[in-house]
């Protein structure tokens, strides 16, 4: 016995000893301004590059990389702020949460016109966009040719969507595959397919008015519902019990309406069949959502001129060219080119420059509602509808009471 | 005596069948983490991997700082269970042996914060370890967790069940009561702590929730926060999260090996006193 306790002290001196060595280390560095962020590993180590290129040729301070998964920021960064020990710069798709803790870089090189996306709240510039992502379509390249089936990569090819459905049927009676299309189970991506049959969340003449009960959304929504229950796509990828990037993935579908997101994934483990890239259709209007990440401060952190420093230094042109390369994203700084290691985000880009102006204006009516959220009220209603419980008339009612319950001053 | 022998059969055979439904996952992980990317998502699903690789281990070890992971998760999980096995064995031996006034209504009390799910008292428990300096210290992760009342209740369980005769033969043998704790009550209690050691480690080594939350620097992570960061935003890398699941597996299934005899010599020595 006496053995055994002398061997759990000497086990528990040495941990200890262990678990404080990293501390007394890190006294005696140098400054260092904390990036929390997620995903980078998974998307290609983007900003481990540039920041390894920080490193290595600055040394006023350090900067180092906090990775967490994406599911665990808000917690990490509400928790942080609880006991004011927030990290100097995050990276992460929620800005406007965190608006009034973040630190205004008006006072740096930097302006709104460099960006692609609108990134000012009350006149100030809060925060940079760090990349940009676009709802895109990706096709089972094998399939499409086996089956003697074009796919367009120009403008005049682009299909329609009654066109549309005609190819993937033709693809899934002459191939293996055995459905035609698996949508992500994601609002953003529905609300693609609805703006592309001219679907307007709020009336771009009065953006206090909800638009969204229209002829055209009805159109949009039916021919949405008509996919899943004429089987063309799976019922579970519309619910979400199943995953559309992992269905796709089997080989057993000619189409996947995604993103610019799931190249890196797909060009590392895909490799039993041919995809591609191609442009989406449309009804009325070509459209696509933009979505990404924002790089910004928060204030109060003590490392406030560090931080615009380095934000400053990163849109420097050759360094942010070398993050978007890394991790093949679309720029969101005006003028800058990126060489990329997958193929087809040249499609990617054309659907940005083709798109309708409707969901960016209704971004900004969205982003004109700080602290104010609808959350993922359009996907629940359309789950709610491809389970048989609402009709597209339902969905639209739902949708537009859940804008009205949660947004102040619109009306319907 | 015919009736008895089929008795047997069946228990044997929903024994194997349960067994079965339960191993049957864990074998799928295992031979799903030698898969490639393609492979693991082909249809029709294979169960055995057609060209088995190692690949996604060394992706899993030297992508991201497993070394550092595993040692911070050692670290809480081992001096957890130690100050655990420690604190309820004490803790159970008292509330069992002595007969203080008050003694039963503390026991009371006590058993009642089993009532309480740890989510709610994680704020104010995360403001006590903030206020005396442990936030981001791997000691956080261990302060508050040592204390369980699972632990002194099992332990106290088994203290009664020992006669008290064989306390009262001690002290006129002149033991006093930290000897007979030490030299007559926790050889005893052998199979116990080793129950309470292998749920111990289990709870530490998978812990998430409270490491999320009392942890804010990349060195002190611990390995479940490491493998969350495989499940992105828009991406899964499911074959490096296959192979480290396995990894983090390990450990557990070698306490476990250790500690099986003192497990099944449980229902033994409990048969006997009963």
């Excluded at chain 2, 005396?132 to 992760?141: H, M, R, T, V």
Aim: aromatic share 12%.
């Amino acid at each position: 016995m006496k053995k055994v306790l002398a061997l759990l002290l000497c086990l528990m001196v040495s941990f200890s000893v262990f678990a404080n060595g990293a501390s007394e280390t890190s006294k005696k560095e140098v400054k260092t301004l904390e990036i929390l962020l997620s995903d980078d590993t998974l998307e290609g180590g983007a900003m481990a590059a540039v920041v390894d290129k920080w490193n290595s040729t600055h040394d006023n301070f350090k900067v180092e990389i906090n990775e967490i998964a994406y599911g665990d920021m808000k917690t990490q960064i509400m928790n942080r702020a609880s006991v004011n020990e927030l990290p100097a710069l995050v990276k992460t798709t929620e800005m406007d949460a965190y608006a009034e803790f973040l630190l205004a870089l008006d006072d740096t090189s930097l302006k709104q016109s460099d960006f692609l996306r609108d990134v000012t709240r009350g006149g100030k510039l809060l925060a940079t966009p760090i990349n940009s992502t676009a709802v895109g379509m990706l096709i089972n390249k094998t399939a499409f040719d086996q089956a003697g089936v074009s796919y367009p990569t120009t403008e005049e090819e682009r299909w329609t969507w009654a066109e549309f459905i005609d190819a993937v049927n033709e693809v899934v009676a002459k191939t293996d595959c055995e459905y035609g299309i698996v949508i992500d189970h994601s609002a953003q991506r529905i609300s693609t397919l609805l703006y592309q049959f001219g679907m307007q969340i709020f009336d771009p003449n009065d953006a206090s008015k909800i638009a969204f009960d229209s002829p055209q959304t009805k159109e949009g929504l039916d021919f949405l519902l008509d996919i899943y229950k004429k089987d063309i796509s799976p019922a579970s990828v519309g619910l979400g019990t199943e995953n559309a990037q992992s269905t796709f993935k089997t080989g057993k579908v000619a189409v996947h309406m995604s993103g610019n997101w799931v190249l890196n994934d797909y060009s590392s483990n895909i490799t039993n069949f041919e995809w591609t890239p191609a442009l989406m259709p449309y009804t009325t209007d070509k459209a696509t959502c933009l979505g990404g990440n924002y790089l910004y401060a928060f204030d109060k952190t003590g490392c406030e001129e560090e931080a615009k420093e380095f934000i400053e230094w990163f849109y420097d042109n050759e360094n942010y060219s070398l993050y978007c390369s890394t991790g093949n994203y679309l720029p969101s700084k005006v003028g800058v080119d990126a060489t990329y290691t997958v193929k087809g985000m040249d499609i990617f880009n054309m659907e940005l420059n083709a798109t309708s102006s409707q969901p960016a204006f209704d971004d900004s009516v969205k982003n004109a509602h700080p602290g104010e959220s609808y959350g993922n009220a359009l996907r629940d209603a359309v789950d709610k509808a491809i389970a048989g419980e609402l009709d597209a008339n339902g969905v639209i009612e739902y949708f537009s009471n859940s804008i009205l319950e949660n947004y102040t001053n619109v009306s319907q | 005596m015919k009736s008895n022998k089929n008795n047997n059969k069946l228990n044997g055979f929903f024994g194997i069948f349960f067994s079965l439904l339960w191993v049957f996952p864990v074998f799928w992980l295992v031979v799903s983490s030698f898969k490639n990317g393609t492979e693991l998502f082909s249809y029709p699903m294979t169960l055995f991997p057609n060209s088995p690789s190692f690949d996604n281990y060394a992706v899993a070890l030297f992508r991201f700082d497993f070394i550092r992971y595993t040692l911070n998760t050692a670290f809480i999980t081992i001096i957890a269970t130690v100050i655990t096995l420690v604190m309820s064995s004490m803790c159970g031996f008292a509330l069992a042996k002595y007969e203080y006034k008050w003694l039963k209504v503390l026991f009371v009390c006590l058993l009642a914060t089993t009532m309480l799910p740890t989510e709610v008292i994680m704020r104010p428990s995360f403001t006590v370890i903030y206020k005396i300096g442990l936030y981001n210290s791997l000691w956080a992760c261990i302060i508050p967790t040592v204390g369980t009342m699972t632990g002194v209740f099992l332990m106290r369980q088994f203290f009664t069940s020992i006669p008290n005769e064989l306390l009262e033969a001690a002290r006129i043998d002149g033991a006093n009561e930290g000897k007979i704790f030490v030299s007559l009550m926790l050889p005893l209690c052998k199979s116990q702590l080793a129950i309470l050691g292998i749920f111990s480690f289990r709870w530490r080594w998978n812990d998430f929730i409270w490491p999320l939350i009392s942890l804010r620097s990349p060195k002190k992570y611990t390995l479940q926060i490491a493998l969350r960061t495989l499940s992105g935003a828009e991406a899964v890398d499911w074959t490096t999260l296959l192979s480290a699941s396995v990894l983090t597996m390990i450990p557990v299934l070698i306490v476990f090996i250790i500690f099986n005899r003192q497990i099944m010599s449980t229902n033994v020595s409990s048969g006997v006193k009963g």
